[in-house]
């Protein structure tokens, strides 16, 4: 029924538009009364004329009455009469008095008056038609003046039908009429809005748009069936005429995605009819949600310009290559369809704005086939790792090393006491990542210089392999602080200038920081620091612990010699230590803990007395509840072998959404899964994640379910629900049930570099001792199993060196770190090119 009704209103407007093209010979529509009464007692209830009043002609009212004989034949179209009524000289009533006669036109439907219009308004055609059917179409066609009044309508039409708002510099224009020519035929099936504030057109165009032209929206209202999602806007590209705004109404109406289960040439869609071309996706039973996605992704970019559909490989046998993923049909008669390779949904849309691009591509792929021989026999000149290609790039740049002391086995034990805290550096001149974290170094040390009591030195086990293997340093590079040329601790996390000066500064000061008094000690929680702690923003612990609880103190003491240098330490055991607890709810053994940024006090009891379980427990309590995922702070979160609910933004992420997904986390004390977010600016590896996730690119912000560590199943919040507490609860809960379908599932296979790595240790001497460069090994498959803990700690006084495993992808390509996710990138060219990488 509804085909039927569009074919009929689509033969109506193309009539219209005919009608009101083609010129008539002979314009005899004209009525004429030969006086008000005759006129008044010949008007039929329901029928709709327009009639000026006029004693006599004066020659100055001549061109008025040449344009109101010259619209009679367009306002018939409408239902619409135009009748001259002549007025006696003795006739001085209202219609006939010398303040109406020729200066005003009246519009009645039957004997009622419903507007009355001033002749300088109705200066040709277009504003007469313009200006009638806009009185005529009250209730189909609003006007609105602000932003407020436009979404008010789109909020009172969500979910029920579409709007079409329009934009005219003035009214009686051509514009206008075209407007109100749609309207007469498509308001009963579209809201017609309309403004002449230019304002207005500003604020709801994305671009700057040029407030002399007039512009057309259609926003689909229909499909929003939140009341906080807004209505997708499609504009129309071509100049506003009454046959543009019938194009591009047909294309708005016609179905979004079609699928196509016969031969692509024989099919024949509304977009061919109206001279756009069609776009198949090509798609296979395996991958037809993830591609029936992508088509409906590359729709909405492309709707009013092409024309897409979902062409089954199952259902249509195609003589093309298989990796073909996309075809492109023009309506030009004759030509055949373009089978093509294309890598992603930006490409399909530059297919269809861009001509030349199809022979581009074509192109392209000929030359990919005829070198695809020379490229395997000469891959071993590929470079897989960034770290080496970075070093290699920039091997000309002479480092700054003139702050940092060069250490051999000569004058090695004798500089550890020339200074309170002498940090050196073990490196291998010949080894890439080493090389890469000397850079790192040398920031380092310009940013230090002139610290009292701290000198930066470095040793090149290349050149003194014997003083490596003293100091036990079995991998590149390692990097350790040396207390009065005594303790040693060794550095295991990131490699970044930031990084390691914070740990330098930090491994000055007592870990725990003994505290004397209880001023003391509430100052420390409120950020009171000495001033080598002054300038770091961690997250402030506080040991509290009675004289009974010497076990638990011993312990915690222990432990802050373990975490040195990455943790704020400090430590009351006075008297009066039990007020201080009661103050914040808890009892000695307890931990006070004060968040960066944070001016509240979280007490935890301490239940575990063991320097192992302290360590752990710090480090997991030491993890933001929300924390904005990066790729340095990565591994300790997948270290923590949890699910991620993660929210993926385009920047900060608004206020609302924070608040909710704060609240979402403390309120669950055990916290069965990781809440974060990413920022894609910050965080741009974040694009190949999400990538890699689904076949098209999301519209952010969106929020995801991740199970790196089971299944790998990928989970998407739905985007018609706005983001609060109840909303992701029930969600989780449909999680839970296994009512939900994931978005998709990540690859089980390994992720390997394509080449085999270098064995180092054959090129070295048998007098060398057997060390351990990371360019020789891969990253681990499996972290640790211990909450908030680093791959590069131990648990004991004496720490353990940092793992080859853990500080290869520290140092390596960040996507890396993301296991499951970004490695697959990495393999998308030997898998070959097909849909699902769109």
């Known amino acids: 029924m509804s085909a039927q009704k569009d074919r009929w209103i689509s033969c109506l407007v193309f009539l219209l538009f005919c009608v009101s093209s083609i010129p008539k010979c002979g314009s005899a529509s004209l009525q004429q009364e030969p006086s008000p009464q005759h006129y008044f007692s010949g008007l039929e209830a329901g029928k709709t004329s327009l009639a000026f009043f006029t004693p006599s002609v004066s020659p100055g009212a001549q061109p008025f009455l040449e344009q109101i004989e010259s619209s009679a034949e367009a306002l018939q179209d409408y239902g619409v009469s135009v009748v001259k009524v002549n007025c006696p000289k003795e006739d001085v009533s209202r219609y006939c008095g010398k303040e109406n006669a020729l200066r005003k036109a009246f519009l009645f439907r039957g004997s009622r008056l419903i507007r009355e219009f001033p002749t300088d308004a109705l200066f040709d055609v277009n504003s007469i038609v313009a200006n009638i059917l806009f009185a005529l179409l009250f209730n189909e066609v609003k006007y609105v003046e602000t932003l407020a009044d436009l979404e008010n309508i789109e909020n009172v039409l969500k979910g029920k039908s579409n709007m079409v ?67 997708r806007r499609t504009a129309l590209a071509q100049p506003l005429t009454l046959l543009s705004i019938h194009r591009h109404l047909k294309l708005m109406g016609a179905p979004l995605v079609t699928e196509v289960a016969e031969d692509p040439e024989k099919i024949s869609t509304v977009h061919l009819q109206l001279g756009l071309p069609l776009v198949f996706i090509l798609s296979q039973k395996e991958t037809y949600e993830a591609d029936r996605r992508t088509a409906e992704f590359v729709a909405w970019q492309l709707l009013g310009k ?35 390779v294309l890598e992603d949904t930006d490409e399909v849309i530059t297919l269809v704005e861009d001509k030349n691009k199809v022979k581009q591509i074509q192109k392209d792929e000929e030359e990919e086939e005829e070198d695809e021989d020379e490229k395997e026999n000469n891959n071993q000149d590929i470079q897989d790792d960034q770290v080496v290609e970075a070093v290699s790039r920039d091997k000309k740049r002479e480092l700054p090393l003139g702050e940092i002391l060069v250490l051999t086995e000569e004058n ?48 090149n086990c290349w050149d003194w392999p014997g003083l490596c293997s003293q100091e036990n340093v079995t991998q590149f590079p390692t990097m350790r602080i040396y207390k009065e040329g005594q303790q040693s601790v060794t550095y295991g996390g990131m490699w970044g200038t930031e990084e390691l000066s914070s740990f330098i500064l930090l491994s000055q000061v007592s ?62 055991f006075e008297d009066d230590a039990l007020s201080l607890s009661r103050k914040y709810s808890v009892s000695p053994p307890a931990l006070l803990l004060t968040r960066s940024g944070s001016q509240s006090v979280e007490g935890i009891p301490l239940s575990k007395h063991s320097v192992q379980d302290m360590v752990q427990m710090i480090r997991y309590q030491l993890l933001d509840i929300f924390p904005e995922i990066t790729v340095s702070n990565l591994p300790q979160y997948l270290q923590l072998g949890k699910p991620f609910l993660i929210l993926f933004s385009a920047g900060e992420i608004s206020q609302m959404e924070s608040e909710e997904m704060l609240k979402l986390t403390k309120g669950r004390p055990q916290k069965t899964f990781v809440a974060c977010w990413l920022n894609l600016k910050k965080t741009p590896v974040g694009h190949g994640i999400l990538r890699t996730y689904f076949s098209t690119m999301p519209s952010l912000p969106v929020l995801l379910w991740v199970n790196l560590h089971a299944g790998g199943q990928v989970f998407k ?56 460069p990371h360019a020789g090994h891969t990253p681990a498959k499996h972290p640790p199993q211990s909450p908030g803990g680093d791959t590069a700690r131990g648990d004991t006084a004496i720490r353990e060196e940092p793992s080859q495993e853990s500080t290869a992808e520290e ?3 960040p996507g890396r770190g993301l296991r499951g996710t970004a490695p697959r990138l990495a393999a998308r060219d030997k898998l070959g090119k097909r849909h699902s990488e769109l």
């Not at 092409?306 to 004759?334: C, F, M, Q």
């Not at 629900?721 to 379908?741: D, P, V």
């Open 511 to 572: 870990c725990p920081l003994k505290l004397a008094t209880m001023d003391e000690a509430e100052g420390y929680l409120r950020g009171e620091f000495p001033p080598e702690l002054s300038s770091h923003h961690h997250t402030s612990l506080l040991g509290v612990f009675s004289t009974a609880t010497s076990e638990a103190r011993e312990a915690f003491e222990e432990a802050g010699n373990i975490l040195s240098g990455d943790v704020r330490m400090g430590m009351y």
């Open 717 to 772: 919040f739905p985007s018609e629900q706005s983001i609060t507490e109840m909303n992701i609860l029930s969600w989780l809960e449909k999680l839970q049930a296994g009512l939900e379908i994931p978005s998709s599932t990540l690859s089980e296979e390994d992720w390997k570099p394509p080449l085999p790595a270098y064995d180092f240790l054959q090129m070295m001497e048998p007098s060398v001792p057997e060390l351990s």
């Open 165 to 231: 708002f329009a934009y005219v510099p003035a009214t009686g224009t051509a514009e206008h009429r075209a407007v109100m020519e749609a309207a007469f035929v498509y308001g009963t099936i579209h809201q017609f809005v309309l403004t002449t504030e230019a304002a207005l057109l500003k604020v709801t165009s994305q671009d700057d748009p040029d407030v002399s032209s007039a512009w057309l929206l259609f926003c689909h209202c229909q499909q929003a069936t939140d009341p906080a999602q807004p209505c």
């Open 412 to 459: 090695f034990h004798s500089s550890l006491s020339k200074a309170a805290w002498t940090v050196v550096l073990f490196y291998a001149s010949w080894e890439a990542v080493s090389l890469a974290v000397l850079r790192s170094y040398s920031e380092v040390a310009a940013l230090l210089k002139g610290t009292p009591g701290v000198l930066l030195s470095r040793v």
């Open 811 to 813: 140092i390596g390509s």
């Open 306 to 340: 092409a024309g897409v559909a979902l062409l089954s490989r199952d259902l249509v046998d195609l003589n093309v290559l298989h990796r073909s993923n996309v075809a492109l049909k023009t309506p030009d008669e004759g030509m055949p369809i373009q089978y093509l």
